[in-house]
């Protein structure tokens, strides 16, 4: 490896293998670069300097040469750029200060070019607000050069003439050199910046795909499991189901099963969380009934609640001792209807029920207990049992609706408004209604994103006779 590589490696090795960010990598090896071009500079005017008795440059060139080594030290032991930029604006505002006072505030070609150099050193180091604060100093001192070149004034510092150093074109070369090169790192890198983002922007777009293709197919499992929409018309013909997730996957769910052909449950449960956190516990949710009302026959509303609560409890092992607890649950509305009987039972895990008689309302309030999580004391899961009429309307639905934002103040739904709807619209064909509920929300909410599952799975509103 080439020496000054491996100086260099040395250096700032570790430091550009602390970071990914491209101008970050850039700032790092162009300060490193910088400071060493201005020591080596310095060193090779130390012959001309000494062969034609320019003492006080000599004296401002050692100060150069002593204070620039400081910089790849605090890049190697301090690894803070910040510090070591501030280090070279100091003493480079130092060296051309002095310099600009030997020489008598006289311009020469070469000065306008080296103001320029460091300008754009400064401004891609600190960018333009940071740089600029740094460079008033320097700024100041260029323009009392100019504006005193411009009036004719001169000034004496008793500095000997045969220490001021001629006006040496060639010299010009050098900083304008260096403007070449600052201006090839900022285009160099900016391009690698680009390419950078581009690179992540693809990988960022292929995960995001491979994520979505996966949440997708949880959907159609999601699907597979909940209820066929068929079968519950087919036994229950007057009624609707309205569910509309917020994300791909549904943290609310439904649930339907025949007991016989005079019997059968009805669930809409609204889980903890949403998206696939909320998905997962659906499909819990939903394995948990099925294995207490039909492999264990449990069939008596009050008693699957509290069957169901045990069995998540165990399922998410949430005991106090259990080192990888989990307190999510869910919310649970549930309806036993019994044809022969004319007879429907409610009960309710914090999830209320709207019931019509007569264009009359009134809301089932249902347990304060949701199912699941570690709750003090025991849980008591009430019964509402009613004998119904042929016109009784009873509605289910979790919160993502009444709890949806918009209006012209950017309020709640609020469960005010559904029971206005729901009175308004019962007497209308299932799918009006249903028509009616999606329309009113998506108006009310206008352009807010849905902030949560619409029954069922997002809010989910059921309606059975």
């Not at 130390?46 to 204070?67: M, Q, R």
């Not at 019931?355 to 949701?370: A, L, N, P, T, V």
Request: hydrophobic share 40%; aromatic share 14%; net charge neutral.
């Amino acid at each position: 490896m080439n020496p000054f590589k491996k100086i260099k490696k040395w250096f700032i090795g570790d430091y550009l293998s602390k970071t990914e960010d491209v101008f970050e990598k850039a700032r790092i090896e162009l300060t490193y670069n910088y400071c060493m071009f201005f020591f080596i500079l310095g060193l090779t005017f130390y012959g001309n300097l000494i062969a034609n008795g320019l003492w006080y440059h000599f004296y401002i060139i050692t100060f150069a040469c002593i204070s620039l080594p400081v910089i790849p030290l605090i890049l190697k032991y301090k690894q803070d750029l910040n510090l070591a930029g501030n280090w070279f604006v100091v003493q480079q505002t130092i060296t051309s200060t002095v310099s600009v006072f030997i020489q008598e505030v006289k311009a020469d070609m070469s000065g306008p070019l080296w103001t320029m150099s460091f300008v754009i050193f400064i401004f891609f180091l600190f960018g333009v607000k940071r740089g600029f604060l740094r460079l008033i100093p320097f700024f100041l001192m260029f323009a009392f050069g100019v504006i005193s070149n411009s009036l004719g004034i001169e000034f004496d510092f008793n500095i000997p003439e045969d220490q001021q150093l001629p006006n040496q074109p060639y010299v010009t070369l050098v900083p304008f050199c260096l403007c070449v090169y600052l201006i090839v790192v900022f285009l160099r890198t900016n391009n690698a910046a680009e390419k950078q983002i581009n690179d992540q922007k693809n990988l960022l777009q292929s995960r995001n795909k491979d994520v979505t293709d996966s949440i997708n197919y949880a959907k159609r499992i999601q699907y597979a499991i909940l209820p066929n929409e068929d079968n519950i018309y087919r036994s229950i013909p007057l009624s609707f189901i309205f569910y509309q997730p917020r994300d791909i996957v549904s943290g609310d769910f439904f649930w339907f099963h025949e007991i016989d052909r005079d019997n059968y449950i009805l669930v809409c449960a609204d889980c903890t969380g949403h998206g696939v956190p909320g998905a997962l516990m659906t499909v819990i949710g939903s394995n948990l009934l099925n294995q207490t009302v039909i492999d264990n026959k449990i069939t008596e509303p009050a008693q699957v609640l509290l069957e169901l609560d045990k069995l998540i409890n165990m399922t998410l092992k949430q005991q106090k001792d259990h080192e990888h607890y989990v307190q999510d649950g869910m919310d649970l509305a549930l309806l036993k209807v019994d044809k022969l009987r004319k007879e429907f039972t409610f009960t309710s895990a914090k999830r209320p029920a709207i019931f019509i008689r007569d264009k009359q309302i009134q809301e089932f309030k249902g347990s304060k207990f949701s199912l699941g999580g570690m709750v003090e004391g025991k849980k008591v899961f009430e019964e509402i049992k009613i004998n119904y009429r042929e016109d009784d309307v009873i509605y289910f639905f979790t919160d993502g609706y009444t709890d949806q934002f918009g209006g012209p103040k950017g309020k709640k739904f609020s469960s005010k408004r559904l029971r206005e709807i729901l009175l308004t619209n019962h007497r209308l064909h299932m799918a009006e209604q249903k028509e009616k509920l999606l329309s009113t929300i998506e108006t009310w909410k206008e352009r807010l994103e849905q902030v949560d599952d619409y029954a069922g799975g997002r809010n989910t509103l059921l309606k059975y006779l």
